[in-house]
């Protein structure tokens, strides 16, 4: 059996991150007896989704880095997805080379993946160049998120703003109206649905549901994580009942 340390950079007020990240990867175990994962997290103070306190946050990460290479991690996730985009157009490579560095003075080298980027590669692998997308933030930073998949070669033709800026309110959105949210969304010619573009947004459970409904590959910032996580790490990205996104080449 092999273990992998997943190491989770985790905004203070998550409290969606450290269930939905490893309710996936129990999955992934349940299908392959020969891996197993354990997850371990440092957390970054953070309380409303602003651009001061995201900006806050990313410098601090640094720490939480180092933190988790102490703890001799395999692979590392920063899973604030919109804190990277805030930064423009290709931030998710320099913060995980930012990330990088500060593990490896810490004495630990070890990959690591952002939601920012997870994202971006999902959609690259759905080959998704039309997407729409809902987000908790206020329209200002759902448009950030917008402007940068656009720099990356993804069009947003329809963007829902919940306009939460409380991130504990987030994590209590109930699942529920993402469903209804999702039913209005206009799909045509798109070619992907990202039912959250926040991994604080609880959406696991609705994903295979929106996805049958839709006709349309449904993905989110964490599902996105996760693959990019077992990409990293070169286990098969199957994850049942998460999406097309996680059918990998395992899946019956």
């Not at 997805?81 to 080379?97: F, Y």
């Not at 959609?123 to 200002?140: G, K």
């Amino acid at each position: 059996m092999s273990d992998r340390r997943i190491g989770l950079v985790v905004p203070s007020s998550n409290t969606t991150m450290e269930t939905e990240i490893p309710a996936m990867l129990r999955r992934r175990e349940s299908v392959d007896a020969t891996v197993r994962f354990t997850t371990h997290a440092s957390r970054v103070r953070l309380r409303q989704v602003t651009p001061d306190e995201l900006a806050r946050m990313n410098r601090s990460a640094l720490r939480c880095a180092a933190e988790l290479a102490d703890a001799r991690c395999d692979v590392l996730a920063y899973a604030c997805l919109v804190a990277v985009m805030c930064e423009g157009a290709g931030a998710h490579e320099r913060a995980e080379r930012r990330l990088g560095r500060a593990s490896a003075r810490a004495g630990h080298t070890m990959p690591v993946v952002t939601s920012a980027g997870a994202l971006v590669a999902g959609l690259r692998a759905l080959d998704a160049r039309r997407v729409a997308l809902i987000a908790p933030y206020l329209p200002p930073l759902t448009a950030t998120v917008a402007a940068y998949l656009a720099a990356h070669g993804v069009r947003v033709t329809e963007a829902v703003s919940l306009s939460e800026p409380d991130n504990v309110a987030v994590g209590r959105i109930p699942t529920s109206r993402l469903t209804e949210l999702a039913q209005r969304l206009d799909v045509t010619g798109v070619d992907a649905v990202v039912l959250s573009a926040c991994v604080q947004l609880p959406s696991l459970a609705a994903v295979p549901w929106v996805e049958a409904r839709l006709g349309r590959p449904v993905l989110t910032a964490a599902t996105a994580t996760v693959h990019q996580l077992l990409t990293t790490l070169d286990v098969d990205p199957y994850v049942p009942d998460a999406g097309r996104l996680l059918a990998g080449s395992t899946a019956p």
